[in-house]
């Protein structure tokens, strides 16, 4: 199995952006300025996993390979080189090499070489010293067994079994290459890359100034003098901003059907898409707290819910009701609908799915004089808040009496990951529209994603195999059985996919939103402003 991906591609898609007639006609300077609905909890890339980390901080960085930004889609076929020039797959499928760019520098004049790429990932798998305070994508790795490096342009990545994945991993906005000689800690704070923005400042409750970096070895690119970020928590005094010119482009996905045709309203020149954001509302529950580690309380909760109501009221029919992986047509790996026809809480038949549900209650003790209290946290952040409110009128339903509460995002995801919560409205962003990355990030054993800690050794044996296989058709018939089998066992029931707007005025040129994620299309090397 062999690609090679010449460095010309990069020059064909930079000229691609705008159309043919603007190829010639970028210009240079201005300050792009968007904001941010809340602060993101650190500006390190390796230890976040949320879009308010991947958004304003990925053009500090490169990885060896990206998605192209031009394309519709995020696939294996529109993977294009950046910190590596070309790669090879060795005959057994186990060994793959990189050619790495010459020349490149850190944004501190230090230079790039193979040894950062071992650093980074042997970081990452856990193999040194050097240790990051949050490792959410430790698991992608697990099949790993080295990095090795032959010179300073040379890295292989040598796997224990087959992975066509690997590259597809390898390609998302959450596997920059970070520099050996800063350490972990800094990375939160003051982030050193080799992208094409160098970092300015981050002020908690303020923003995020970056600034050109007149080294970045695209020579000609970036064409913006740099990028802010301001906090504006509210949705409405954001909007207010951007329709009033006070910003170019809004949030990603933060506009729901309703808000974005408020903004074609008052800016109809605006430029807008509203697509599948591969994140999606998920009930979390920690199955180690009583009562909750009782599947028949777990169940009861999973026939509560009114997907169509979800899809409806709060999304006012822009989301899709599927299981764990994105379903079609912007997935390609999702099952058909008819599959979960009988699974719980997935029916047609919402009154009867809770009246099963209150009888599991009343077996334990519940009922309408004897509700089960819980608290329903979730991250104070309307895109959360909001079916969190309607997750608790459900569950009501099933005699279950939650109170709200809202955590601001570093808190949240740190309660989740250390597991102190007992039933949460998550959004669950998959930052690339792959089996390898959902399953072993959200599900496998030990994984410090899977916030619910569901384990099921024989499912990490289903992991591995749809992992290995090179057949597309075969593969994705075991990864439909896989994501059937985790609906089943409410691993971490999917309420809905959202689908999200996202808006910039008309003289931003560059930007493009690809119809399966939020995540990986915010390099901004190629972006301009004609004014």
Not at 36 to 62: C, G, K, Q, R, W
Not at 65 to 71: A, G
Not at 88 to 99: A, H, M, P
Not at 502 to 525: A, L
């Amino acid at each position: 199995m062999k690609l090679v991906r010449p460095a010309a591609l990069l020059i064909s898609a930079a000229l691609a952006v705008g159309g043919a007639g603007e190829a010639h006609a970028q210009k240079r300077g201005g300050i792009l300025r968007s904001f941010l609905p809340d602060n993101p909890p650190s500006a390190s890339i390796h230890e976040e996993s949320t879009i308010s980390v991947a958004m304003p901080f990925s053009a500090l960085y490169n990885n060896l390979v990206f998605f192209d930004h031009t394309k519709k889609r995020d696939a294996f076929d529109t993977i294009i080189p950046e910190l590596a020039t070309s790669w090879k797959w060795s005959e057994d499928n186990t060994r793959l090499t990189f050619q790495l760019r010459e020349g490149v520098k850190w944004h501190d004049g230090k230079p790039f070489t193979s040894a950062d790429v071992k650093c980074t990932w042997d970081m990452l798998a856990g193999k040194t010293e050097a240790k990051l305070r949050k490792n959410p994508r430790k698991s992608w790795y697990r099949n790993l067994k080295e990095v090795t490096t032959n010179g300073p342009t040379e890295v292989t990545f040598v796997l224990g079994r087959p992975q066509p994945s690997l590259l597809m991993m390898l390609a998302g906005a959450f596997s920059p290459v970070y520099p050996c000689h800063v350490p972990a800690a800094q990375m939160r704070t003051k982030p050193i890359g080799t992208g094409p923005f160098k970092f300015v400042s981050f002020k908690q409750n303020e923003g995020i100034k970056l600034t050109r970096n007149p080294d970045y070895w695209k020579k000609g690119e970036p064409y913006l003098d740099g990028i802010e970020w301001t906090m504006i928590p509210s949705r409405s005094t954001a909007i207010l901003a951007f329709v009033s010119g006070q910003v170019d482009l809004t949030y990603t996905n933060t506009l729901t059907a309703p808000l974005l045709r408020d903004v074609k309203q008052q800016s109809p020149d605006a430029v807008c898409a509203m697509e599948a954001s591969n994140v999606q509302n998920t009930l979390v529950v920690n199955r180690e707290v009583a009562p909750f580690d009782d599947p028949d309380i777990r169940r009861a909760m999973m026939l509560a819910i009114d997907r169509k109501a979800f899809v409806n009221s709060i999304f006012d029919g822009e989301a899709i009701i599927g299981g764990s992986m994105l379903p079609p047509p912007a997935g390609q790996w999702g099952m058909p609908a008819e599959k979960l026809s009988d699974v719980p809480g997935y029916g047609d038949d919402v009154e009867k799915a809770r009246a099963e549900g209150r009888k599991l209650m009343e077996a334990h003790g519940y009922g309408p004089d004897k509700p089960l209290k819980v608290k329903v946290s979730t991250r104070n952040h309307p895109a959360y808040r909001d079916p969190a409110v309607l997750l608790i009128d459900h569950l009501k339903n099933v005699y279950i009496d939650g109170e709200l509460d809202l955590l601001d995002t570093s808190v949240w995801y740190a309660r989740m990951v250390r597991k102190e919560y007992q039933v949460g409205l998550n959004t669950s962003g998959i930052g690339i529209d792959d089996p390898d990355v959902n399953f072993y990030e959200n599900f496998a054993c030990g994984s410090e994603r899977n916030y619910t800690r569901y384990c099921n050794p024989e499912m990490d044996k289903l992991f591995d195999q749809q992992s290995a296989m090179t057949d597309m058709k075969q593969r994705k018939e075991l990864v439909w059985k896989i994501d059937k089998m985790l609906q089943m066992d409410g691993a971490r029931p999917v309420i809905a996919h959202t689908r999200g707007g996202t808006c910039w005025h008309p003289y931003v040129k560059g930007v493009d939103i690809p119809i399966n994620g939020i995540y990986n299309h915010w390099r901004f090397d190629d972006v301009w402003m004609d004014k």
